[in-house]
C-alpha cells in the first residue's frame, strides 16, 4: 500500500472485518447431566449455496455432534448475551465431504445440513455466507495469500467459565471465541483437497488462546482492501478455509492446518448442490 498503516486504522479495520466475520459463526455444543451443563464440541460457520443452508465445518467435528437429541449452538456476538439456541439433531443431517485424516495432512471437512425451518430462525439473528456469489471468481482468480490480510474464526475451550445464575436460569455457560489475525504462509494442493498453513505469533502482544482446541471446523478468512483518498477500506470478506489440526509451538508459532478454497468452492458447493433429496424436518 506504500506506508506503514497507523495503530488507529489497525484498530479500525479489526473492528470493521469482526463485525463482518461473526455474523457467519457458531460453536457447537454438548448438553450434558440432564441439561444441567454444556461443553464444546467445535466451531463452524453458515453457508448457503443453491438453495440450501449448512454450517460448513471439520468431519472430525461432525463425528462427536449428537445423533439425537438436542444440539447447542454458540451464536457469537461482540457483546456477550444470554441465548439458549437449539437444534434437534434428528432434523439435521451430517455429510462427510472428506473424512478425517486426523493428522496434519488432512483431510477432513464436512457439513451438518439444516432444516429450512432451523434456518430461518437461525437467520434472525446471524447471516449464511453465500457462496454461489462468490464461487467463479474464487475459483478462477484467488486472490494471492499475501493480500490483504488472514483471519481465523473459532470458539476457545480454555475460555469457557461457569457464571451465576441469570435470569430464571440455574446454571448459565460463558463460551469465547475470537476472530484473530495471523498470516498464510503455504497453499498446497494435496489429491482432491487444497490446503492453507495458518500461523499465529505468540509474544508479548499476543492475545489469543493458549490452545487452538475447539477452533476445528472454525472459519479462515481472507479480506480484501483497497485506498481512498488515503484511507484504507475494508471491501469484503472471502471465507477461504476450515481450520482442522494444530501443530505444537515451534519458536513462538503455532501453526493451524486448513482446507482452502477449492475444498470450499468446489467439493463443498458441489455437495450442496447435489442435495436434491434432503428435506429434514421440513
Not at 4 to 17: D, G, P, R, Y
Request: net charge negative.
Amino acid at each position: 500500500m506504500g506506508r506503514a498503516l497507523t495503530k488507529e486504522e489497525i484498530s479500525q479495520l479489526l473492528a470493521q472485518t469482526n463485525e463482518r466475520i461473526e455474523n457467519f459463526a457458531v460453536g457447537f455444543v454438548k448438553i450434558e447431566d440432564n441439561e444441567e451443563d454444556a461443553s464444546l464440541l467445535g466451531s463452524g460457520t453458515l453457508v448457503t449455496f443453491a438453495g440450501r443452508n449448512a454450517i460448513l465445518t471439520a468431519d472430525h467435528v461432525l463425528q462427536v455432534l449428537p445423533r439425537i437429541g438436542e444440539l447447542g449452538l454458540v451464536l457469537p456476538q461482540a457483546e456477550p448475551r444470554l441465548h439458549r439456541s437449539i437444534l434437534y439433531a434428528e432434523n439435521t443431517e451430517s455429510h462427510s465431504i472428506a473424512r478425517a485424516s486426523r493428522d496434519c495432512n488432512g483431510p477432513d471437512l464436512g457439513l451438518l445440513l439444516l432444516a429450512k425451518t432451523d434456518a430461518n430462525r437461525l437467520a434472525n439473528s446471524k447471516i449464511f455466507y453465500n457462496l454461489e456469489k462468490r464461487r467463479d471468481r474464487i475459483l478462477s482468480t484467488p486472490p494471492a495469500i499475501d493480500s490483504g490480510g488472514w483471519f481465523l474464526v473459532g470458539m476457545g475451550a480454555e475460555w469457557t467459565e461457569d457464571l451465576a445464575p441469570e435470569r430464571g436460569f440455574p446454571r448459565v455457560k460463558l463460551f469465547r471465541g475470537i476472530s484473530g489475525a495471523g498470516v498464510v504462509t503455504v497453499e498446497r494442493q494435496d489429491g482432491k483437497y487444497d490446503y492453507l498453513n495458518f500461523e499465529a505469533k505468540y509474544g508479548p502482544s499476543y492475545q489469543g488462546p493458549g490452545s487452538f482446541q475447539g477452533f476445528s471446523g472454525g472459519g479462515l478468512w481472507q479480506i480484501q482492501l483497497k485506498e481512498n483518498d488515503g484511507k484504507l477500506e475494508l471491501v469484503d470478506v472471502l471465507l477461504s478455509g476450515v481450520a482442522f489440526y494444530e501443530s505444537e509451538v515451534v519458536d513462538n508459532i503455532r501453526t493451524i492446518f486448513c482446507h482452502g478454497r477449492r475444498s470450499i468452492y468446489e467439493h463443498i458447493c458441489n455437495a450442496l448442490a447435489n442435495e436434491s433429496a434432503f428435506q429434514p424436518g421440513g
